[in-house]
């Protein structure tokens, strides 16, 4: 199982972008989705973009995390 963290791209250079967590900002290998643009959202693993999501896979996404991170008390 792997464990893969939502977030938006908000900037795109040739081979990494900058993807937005929640506030936090790291850039993160494109690789396996080449096509990716500011504003789309997309799942992280392991330093890479694995997928994108659409707008309402992202948010009920998102909010499953926000749900995790206050059960435990982050």
Known sequence: MCLGIPGVVVEVKE???IVDFGGVKREVDKLLVPD??????????AGAIISK???EEAEKTIEAWKEVLEALGV
């Open 36 to 45: 990716v643009k500011p504003g789309d959202y997309v799942i992280v693993h």
């Open 15 to 17: 081979m990494t972008a």
């Open 53 to 55: 999501l659409s707008c």
